[in-house]
């Protein structure tokens, strides 16, 4: 006996999802010139927080991170906006740079923290301080 | 002849002192010795031959090499034998081949002969050099040549810090001459544009023949026409002249004096040299500390070859002194100072090498009196027979010293002569010419030189008839001296009775071996004969004159009148120094004698004695007055201006940078929050500065945006 | 073989690149490699002198394009790789090449530790030189210009004497202070004229081009000269720039020391003689004089303060001091000029060029040589005051009959070939200036006092019982490494010619440059009017023209 079963496919329209929508529409109220850079601003401004406030290296880590990406949000969103003729894409590649950069400040930034943790104990800021003038 | 020939006779005691330079301590002494023997003893024999060719056809024989030539300055390895070469090449290898014999018996105790032998021949070939170049540089290349090897010679026993010591102060004296001849090279190349002898001749020639001056004894001679690169100058000075004249000056603001000019400086800066190579006033100090050395050196070097390099290089270059009357007076006048205050220091001497440097000294004064009198030939003359008479003398005071084992004070001496009988009779031979008693070779000789300094009648460019008597008298004051100091020297040395006892058993004492005996044999038959070659033109005619004669062609003799006879200055002489020998001679058989006490008795010849005795305290002079305050002033601008002042400048800025930096050490504090902080903080700072929209107009930002919207 | 001048310039490189790979522990291998090594780059050099043609032109030339971009920034020509040899660098190419194989022979026992690494210094270091000696492009000489620097660094730093680190750190301020000044020059001078050629520009100067010879741009010309003239014063080094020298020569182990005086310090002279004076002929006859006269004061008080020494090294490096100071006079010869004739003019500064040029040779043979014979005996008796030693002739007769001859070719007796240039530099600055060279040849007194002072007090006198203990004749190493040193003193001494015949075109060209532009000089001051000027831009980029606010 054959089963003749409706294929599984669902054929209903599918709901409004309004959680999505609200989040796109705010991100095109974001989407302009002055959007970008604002959302660079917020981000480099909390990397920012995090480094000079924060005394727990991995955040300090973090924040830095967070600084070069803002740095990549403009970079990439002028390179975007831009109508000067940029036949490299300009912008985008020096994203590129900058991740690539990033990844090894990071990698580097980390195994420094594992030896610290190693031979201090702690990744606090405040418990290396042996560079004091 | 092949005229590249000539080149074996500096080059085979090259090749000799290559052997036994490198051959070292595989040689004995008498290996070694003979080496070099036979070396210098080729040199001799083909010297010969190049004489007998020159004397025969009267040819100049010349080899030139390439050295260097560089932007119209050219110095080649250009040997030639003229007429006065050839005389020097004799000399140098004659005299030097009979020493390198005598040394191989004299050098048989040392350590080290092979060395000795390599350096004696090192100072032949660079003494070749000297006389055979055809140029200045190749003449320098000899002198700074002999130098050295003189250097190396007398600091030859280094172990002891005086012989080193006399050899530096040989050499660094020397330097100071070379100065001096160096810068009268520069001065030559200058006019000239060559330096060159020939060539320089050939200037000077065309010069006189185009101005239609002749060159002559006495003849004056504007010499700033001799320039030849350098008529823009003559030219500025005849402006200078001109204007200076309009505007009433003085005189002497434009008068040029004649004579005083490049050709009296070059001269005078050459004799510079030749003050420093053949030790007169106020370059002498060297010399008899020279006598550190071997005494074949001393014979060899200091007596002989070497130090006559500045007479012989006068005479090279006699055709510029003959138009430069200022230098030749002040050659005249240095040599017969010279000739006096060495005779007046050897006067007391103790020391038999010591006696014999000054006598050195006060001859080679001799040779410059003639060179300044413009009687070149008779300068050279001198230089012959002193070659073969002061060798004599230095190798027979040697065969004492050998004897004596090395004992040199004459105050140990005594009654040698019967016990070195060969040794005493050559050693008279070589006093009875040194004194000049005739006829034995220094006689004609220094005969010559008197007479000729009397007919001196110009003195520093002048007219001056006094001059020539002055110069007479201290010429004759120092035959004086001679006659005193060698036959002070004899009687010290040989009569009277031994006083070494105590030091020295007068058994101990015995003749040297053969080698040395033979050449004293042939040197003092060449002492009492070689002077019959110039046996004065007055007794025998111009031709009789083989001397003057074969030079001519070099060198022209000028006739000399006098007022009075040459007899009469002959016979002056020869009556002074016969009857001085005698005097001193007698005198000093025994060591109190009515001279000595005179010394203690009478206060004035006290006096004389202590001054004569400790050399005039020139040495104590030069100590006060140069080496102190160079190397005190070498200290102290090393201490004040180098590590002071100019390091300490430096110092001082790189500490002011460090107390800056020691300053600012709070800042860093070590806590990285801190240190984010104050980037951002700068960040802001300098965002304040420039401005927000400049940053955005900077960016292009404003440009940008305003497109989309 | 047109690639010869790079295959020159980085084998020693290539070499530091090869030692990398061998083990640290095995020292003597290290040595072997390094000596051998450097001996090959000796005999590849040699070919440069077989194929040379004796013109003043540069040779072997090679042109690269570099930083392209430099050039679309500023418009300005873009720097190059170009490297050529021409008469002035040829003999010091060679000597470069010659003296690292006998600087590395020498020391090898001296360097003990970290043999690796020095060697790696010392080929490093090669390159560098013969880099500088090299580059016809100003980028590109002032990039190899650095490169030395680090390495001589490191060498006084990590292998020198007990106040190495000061001595490395003055050394290391004193030319980068110079090289600071230099850069500022190079970029001034270069984005001005448009190019960063050498032989472009000297064409220009040749041209009259008017930013180096016209009335205009004679406050930057003057600027430009005086950074060029500083640095490479500090190199040379020029009094009263001097005091950084001694220190490093007593600190710099001995290849070091070799290198610095033998090497480094030409540099400095070959870079006035390259570029500070074929490129402002009308400086060097305006401010000639004030460089002449510090130099032949240079060369009174260098020897006077050798006079002061105790220590032999210092010595032999004051006396660095004073013979550089005659290669600077004869360089600066024709600035001094005062005569009115014009005609012997070029041989004036012929003469003393090429008397500079063999100066700079020589003293680099011989007081190289002086500076391994006195590492020879610090090793054996670890001082190097001349009180400690005495009559030790006695127990090293061959190593006193070498350091003497050593000794006469540096107070420049004929027949050395230290004559030769000392003669050739006063014999022309005598034409052009008596008294400066007359006071200058007092020089030649007291290099023979200090010298003879130093082999006196060392070599002669009674032997010192307690100094004896294990001074040891040369032995067959150290006589390989002095042999070829002693023979070229000689031969440069007795046959110069095929030295001088090779650099003369390149310094008479110099020296013409230099004499045209005392006639150019005239004619610029008489044609004031802006058109007149125009037509000899030879320029590269010829819309670059002179600014009239640079009055």
Same mark, same amino acid.
């Given at each position: 006996m054959?089963?003749?079963?409706?294929?599984?496919?669902?054929?209903?329209?599918?709901?409004?999802?309004?959680?999505?929508?609200?989040?796109?529409?705010?991100?095109?109220?974001?989407?302009?010139?002055?959007?970008?850079?604002?959302?660079?601003?917020?981000l480099f401004l909390t990397g920012v927080y995090a480094v000079t406030v924060r005394r727990n290296l991995i955040v300090v880590l973090m924040g830095l991170e967070l600084m070069l990406n803002a740095v990549n949000v403009a970079l990439v969103s002028f390179n975007y906006f831009s109508s000067y003729e940029s036949v490299f894409e300009s912008g985008q590649i020096m994203a590129l740079m900058v991740i690539a950069v990033a990844a090894a400040e990071a990698a580097v930034g980390l195994a420094i923290l594992v030896v610290l943790m190693r031979t201090r104990g702690s990744i606090d800021a405040e418990k290396a301080q042996e560079m004091q003038g | 002849m092949n005229h590249d020939l000539i080149l074996l006779i500096p080059l085979i005691p090259l090749l000799g002192f290559a052997i036994n330079g490198l051959g070292g301590?595989?040689?004995?002494?008498?290996?070694?010795?003979?080496?070099?023997?036979?070396?210098?003893?080729?040199?001799?024999?083909?010297?010969?031959?190049?004489?007998?060719?020159?004397?025969?056809?009267?040819?100049?024989?010349?080899?030139?090499?390439?050295?260097?030539?560089?932007?119209?300055?050219?110095?080649?390895?250009?040997?030639?034998?003229?007429?006065?070469?050839?005389?020097?090449?004799?000399?140098?290898?004659?005299?030097?081949?009979?020493?390198?014999?005598?040394?191989?018996?004299?050098?048989?105790?040392?350590?080290?002969?092979?060395?000795?032998?390599?350096?004696?021949?090192?100072?032949?070939?660079?003494?070749?050099?000297?006389?055979?170049?055809?140029?200045?540089?190749?003449?320098?290349?000899?002198?700074?040549?002999?130098?050295?090897?003189?250097?190396?010679?007398?600091?030859?026993?280094?172990?002891?810090?005086?012989?080193?010591?006399?050899?530096?102060?040989?050499?660094?004296?020397?330097?100071?001459?070379?100065?001096?001849?160096?810068?009268?090279?520069?001065?030559?190349?200058?006019?000239?544009?060559?330096?060159?002898?020939d060539e320089m001749k050939g200037a000077v020639d065309d010069e006189l023949e185009n101005d239609g001056y002749v060159a002559g004894a006495g003849e004056i001679v504007n010499e700033g026409r001799v320039r030849k690169t350098l008529f823009v100058d003559a030219e500025h000075e005849a402006g200078r002249e001109t204007a200076l004249k309009s505007i009433g000056a003085p005189s002497w603001t434009w008068q040029r004096h004649v004579g005083l000019g490049a050709l009296t400086i070059v001269c005078l800066l050459l004799f510079v040299g030749a003050t420093g190579k053949s030790a007169q006033i106020p370059l002498y100090v060297w010399l008899p500390d020279a006598m550190a050395g071997p005494t074949p050196v001393s014979a060899l070097i200091h007596a002989a070859t070497m130090v006559t390099a500045g007479v012989y290089m006068i005479a090279r270059l006699h055709f510029l002194y003959d138009l430069a009357p200022i230098a030749q007076s002040v050659v005249l006048l240095v040599g017969a100072v010279t000739a006096v205050w060495a005779g007046f220091i050897g006067l007391t001497q103790f020391d038999i090498k010591k006696v014999l440097a000054y006598s050195t000294v006060s001859q080679l004064g001799f040779m410059?009196?003639?060179?300044?009198?413009?009687?070149?030939?008779?300068?050279?003359?001198?230089?012959?027979?002193?070659?073969?008479?002061?060798?004599?003398?230095?190798?027979?005071? =040697?065969?004492?010293?050998?004897?004596?084992?090395?004992?040199?004070?004459?105050?140990?001496?005594?009654?040698?002569?019967?016990?070195?009988?060969?040794?005493?009779?050559?050693?008279?031979?070589?006093?009875?010419?040194?004194?000049?008693?005739?006829?034995?070779?220094?006689?004609?000789?220094?005969?010559?030189?008197?007479?000729?300094?009397?007919?001196?009648?110009?003195?520093?460019?002048?007219?001056?008839?006094?001059?020539?008597?002055?110069?007479?008298?201290? =010429?004759?004051?120092?035959?004086?001296?001679?006659?005193?100091?060698?036959?002070?020297?004899?009687?010290?040395?040989?009569?009277?009775?031994?006083?070494?006892?105590?030091?020295?058993?007068?058994?101990?004492?015995?003749?040297?071996?053969?080698?040395?005996?033979?050449?004293?044999?042939?040197?003092?038959? =060449?002492?009492?004969?070689?002077?019959?070659?110039?046996?004065?033109?007055?007794?025998?005619?111009?031709?009789?004159?083989?001397?003057?004669?074969?030079?001519?062609?070099?060198?022209?003799?000028?006739?000399?009148?006098?007022?009075?006879?040459?007899?009469?200055?002959?016979?002056?002489?020869?009556a002074l120094g016969i009857v001085f020998a005698f005097v001193v001679g007698q005198n000093f058989v025994k060591p109190d004698n009515r001279i000595t006490n005179l010394a203690t008795t009478n206060d004035v010849v006290r006096r004389l004695t202590l001054w004569s005795r400790a050399k005039l305290y020139v040495d104590e002079f030069y100590n006060v007055v140069i080496v102190q305050p160079v190397m005190w002033g070498a200290w102290l601008l090393f201490a004040v201006v180098d590590q002071g002042l100019i390091d300490g400048i430096l110092n001082g800025a790189a500490k002011g940078t460090e107390l800056i930096a020691r300053a600012m050490r709070p800042l860093q504090t070590g806590e990285l929050n801190y240190y984010a902080m104050t980037i951002v903080a700068g960040v802001l700072v300098i965002l304040a500065f420039i401005g927000l929209d400049d940053i955005s107009a900077a960016l292009g930002l404003a440009s940008a945006s305003s497109e989309i919207h | 073989m047109d690639k010869i001048l790079s295959i020159i310039v980085f084998l020693p490189a290539l070499g530091a690149l090869l030692?990398?790979?061998?083990?640290?522990?095995?020292?003597?291998?290290?040595?072997?490699?390094?000596?051998?090594?450097?001996?090959?780059?000796?005999?590849?050099?040699?070919?440069?002198?077989?194929?040379?043609?004796?013109?003043?032109?540069?040779?072997?030339?090679?042109?690269?394009?570099?930083?392209?971009?430099?050039?679309?920034?500023?418009?300005?020509?873009?720097?190059?790789?170009?490297?050529?040899?021409?008469?002035?660098?040829?003999?010091?190419?060679?000597?470069?090449?010659?003296?690292?194989?006998?600087?590395?022979?020498?020391?090898?026992?001296?360097?003990?530790? %970290?043999?690796?690494?020095?060697?790696?210094?010392?080929?490093?270091?090669?390159?560098?030189?013969?880099?500088?000696?090299?580059?016809?492009?100003?980028?590109?000489?002032?990039?190899?210009?650095?490169?030395?620097?680090?390495?001589?660094?490191?060498?006084?730093?990590?292998?020198?004497?007990?106040?190495?680190?000061?001595?490395?750190l003055k050394f290391f301020l004193f030319t980068l202070a110079g090289s600071v000044l230099m850069f500022l020059a190079i970029i001034y001078l270069c984005s001005t004229v448009g190019t960063y050629d050498f032989a472009l520009m000297r064409e220009m100067v040749g041209a009259g081009e008017p930013f180096f010879l016209g009335p205009h741009f004679q406050t930057a010309r003057m600027f430009i000269f005086f950074a060029f003239v500083l640095s490479f014063a500090i190199k040379v080094p020029l009094f009263p720039l001097h005091t950084w020298l001694p220190d490093a020569h007593v600190e710099a182990p001995t290849p070091g020391s070799v290198i610095l005086a033998a090497v480094l310090l030409k540099l400095g002279t070959y870079g006035l003689l390259r570029f500070a004076i074929p490129l402002f002929p009308l400086e060097v006859r305006e401010y000639g004089i004030i460089v002449a006269a510090l130099a032949v004061i240079g060369i009174i008080y260098g020897a006077l303060m050798s006079l002061a020494q105790t220590d032999m090294k210092k010595l032999v490096a004051y006396s660095s001091v004073s013979h550089l100071g005659y290669v600077v006079l004869g360089l600066f010869a024709l600035g001094i000029y005062t005569g009115a004739s014009n005609d012997i003019e070029g041989t004036v500064s012929a003469i003393a060029l090429s008397g500079s040029m063999y100066i700079m040779l020589g003293h680099g043979l011989s007081t190289g040589a002086l500076f391994l014979l006195v590492g020879m005996l610090y090793e054996r008796k670890h001082t190097r005051l001349m009180s400690d030693y005495g009559g030790i002739a006695k127990l090293m007769p061959r190593f006193t009959a070498i350091f003497v001859i050593v000794t006469l070719s540096s107070i420049g007796l004929p027949g050395t070939n230290g004559f030769i240039g000392e003669f050739l530099v006063l014999l022309g600055t005598f034409q052009a200036n008596r008294w400066l060279a007359a006071f200058a040849s007092i020089g030649v007194i007291l290099g023979a006092v200090y010298m003879l002072r130093?082999?006196?007090?060392?070599?002669?006198?009674?032997?010192?019982?307690?100094?004896?203990?294990?001074?040891?004749?040369?032995?067959? %190493?150290?006589?390989?490494?002095?042999?070829?040193?002693?023979?070229?003193?000689?031969?440069?001494g007795v046959a110069p010619q095929p030295f001088l015949s090779r650099m003369e075109p390149a310094l008479e060209r110099v020296a013409n440059d230099l004499k045209r532009s005392g006639n150019a000089k005239v004619n610029a001051e008489e044609a004031v009017k802006p058109g007149a000027t125009g037509d000899l831009i030879l320029n590269a980029q010829a819309h670059i023209a002179p600014s009239p606010a640079e009055d």
């Open positions: 054959a089963d003749y079963r409706l294929p599984t496919t669902d054929y209903r329209l599918p709901t409004t999802d309004y959680r999505l929508l609200s989040m796109i529409s705010i991100a095109h109220m974001f989407f302009t010139p002055h959007g970008m850079m604002f959302l660079a601003m917020l | 301590k595989r040689f004995n002494v008498v290996g070694s010795g003979l080496i070099a023997s036979v070396a210098v003893t080729i040199s001799f024999v083909v010297s010969v031959k190049a004489f007998l060719h020159v004397r025969e056809t009267g040819e100049v024989v010349s080899s030139v090499f390439e050295w260097f030539e560089v932007g119209g300055f050219e110095a080649h390895f250009g040997f030639r034998i003229d007429q006065l070469s050839a005389i020097m090449c004799l000399v140098v290898t004659g005299v030097g081949a009979l020493i390198h014999v005598y040394s191989i018996g004299y050098m048989d105790r040392d350590k080290n002969p092979a060395k000795f032998f390599a350096f004696l021949n090192l100072f032949i070939f660079a003494m070749l050099c000297l006389v055979m170049g055809d140029n200045l540089i190749l003449m320098f290349l000899g002198w700074e040549g002999v130098g050295l090897c003189s250097y190396l010679l007398i600091g030859f026993w280094y172990e002891e810090n005086a012989n080193a010591d006399a050899g530096k102060k040989a050499f660094i004296v020397n330097r100071i001459g070379d100065f001096g001849f160096l810068l009268a090279i520069f001065l030559i190349f200058f006019h000239f544009g060559t330096v060159n002898f410059f009196m003639a060179m300044g009198a413009g009687a070149y030939s008779a300068g050279i003359f001198h230089l012959v027979t002193h070659a073969f008479f002061k060798a004599l003398l230095f190798l027979g005071s =040697g065969a004492v010293i050998y004897a004596c084992h090395h004992e040199q004070d004459m105050r140990r001496y005594g009654g040698l002569g019967k016990r070195l009988p060969m040794t005493y009779f050559t050693f008279i031979i070589g006093a009875l010419a040194l004194t000049g008693i005739a006829p034995f070779s220094g006689f004609f000789s220094k005969d010559e030189i008197l007479w000729v300094s009397v007919n001196a009648h110009q003195f520093l460019g002048a007219e001056n008839h006094i001059f020539g008597w002055t110069v007479w008298a201290l =010429g004759a004051l120092a035959a004086v001296f001679t006659a005193c100091y060698s036959w002070r020297m004899v009687s010290m040395t040989f009569h009277g009775s031994y006083r070494g006892e105590e030091h020295l058993p007068l058994s101990h004492v015995h003749e040297a071996p053969r080698t040395m005996r033979y050449v004293l044999m042939i040197l003092a038959f =060449g002492a009492a004969t070689v002077g019959f070659i110039g046996i004065p033109p007055f007794i025998v005619g111009e031709s009789g004159n083989m001397f003057n004669g074969f030079l001519d062609p070099m060198i022209h003799t000028a006739h000399h009148e006098s007022a009075l006879s040459p007899w009469f200055f002959m016979i002056v002489t020869l | 030692l990398t790979f061998v083990p640290k522990a095995r020292k003597d291998d290290l040595r072997s490699i390094g000596f051998f090594w450097t001996l090959l780059i000796f005999l590849v050099s040699l070919y440069l002198p077989l194929k040379f043609v004796s013109n003043a032109e540069f040779q072997f030339e090679e042109q690269y394009s570099w930083v392209d971009s430099i050039a679309s920034a500023d418009d300005a020509g873009a720097p190059s790789y170009h490297l050529g040899l021409d008469g002035i660098s040829l003999f010091l190419v060679l000597l470069t090449t010659f003296i690292t194989p006998i600087a590395l022979l020498g020391a090898w026992k001296y360097i003990g530790e %970290r043999v690796k690494e020095f060697l790696i210094a010392m080929l490093v270091l090669e390159t560098g030189m013969l880099g500088a000696l090299l580059a016809l492009d100003f980028i590109l000489f002032y990039v190899f210009w650095e490169v030395m620097l680090i390495p001589m660094y490191l060498i006084i730093g990590m292998w020198g004497g007990p106040r190495k680190v000061y001595a490395a130093l082999v006196q007090k060392v070599f002669f006198g009674p032997l010192k019982q307690e100094t004896s203990h294990g001074l040891t004749d040369v032995s067959p %190493r150290e006589l390989a490494t002095l042999f070829p040193i002693l023979a070229l003193i000689v031969i440069m």
